[in-house]
């Protein structure tokens, strides 16, 4: 080699930080890409709640425990959406309605004729 090129130390230096900006680039790249998609993603109208929940209790089985409303305040992290049937379904097998958002009377299950004592045991 002449004297005055560079070394071979030198060429792989060079190599390596063309590749580091070259690595640079491609990961802004990602991140401007990564930006857009979290824009389109929170442009999207979240998904309407479901109408109805299914409580399930915890550990082996999971069996479900309550019957909510979509719109129901006391529901816990156990719920996965239903649909109007199999809410009704829940019911008739004995799954537990909600004592405050009252699924069974929104979907017409209570028998009018029955009187249903509220929480603090008055009649209705």
């Known amino acids: 080699m002449p004297e005055n090129s560079p070394s071979r130390l030198d060429l792989l230096r060079f190599l390596e930080n063309v590749q580091v900006r070259d690595l640079q680039r491609t990961r802004d790249w990602i991140a401007t890409e990564e930006q857009h998609q979290a824009l389109e993603t929170a442009r999207r109208p979240a998904p309407p709640p479901p109408e109805w929940l299914i409580e399930h209790g ?15 305040w006391d529901t816990r ?23 405050h958002c009252r699924p069974d009377t929104t979907l017409g299950l209570l028998d009018r004729g029955r009187h249903v004592r509220s929480r603090c045991g008055t009649r209705r």
Do not use: F, N
């Not at 915890?58 to 129901?72: D, E």
């Open 58 to 72: 915890i550990g082996t089985g999971r069996l479900p425990a309550r019957v909510h409303t979509g719109q129901c």
């Open 77 to 99: 992290t156990h719920c996965k959406p239903a649909t109007a049937d199999q809410a009704r379904r829940a019911l008739a097998e004995g799954v537990s309605a909600c004592p």
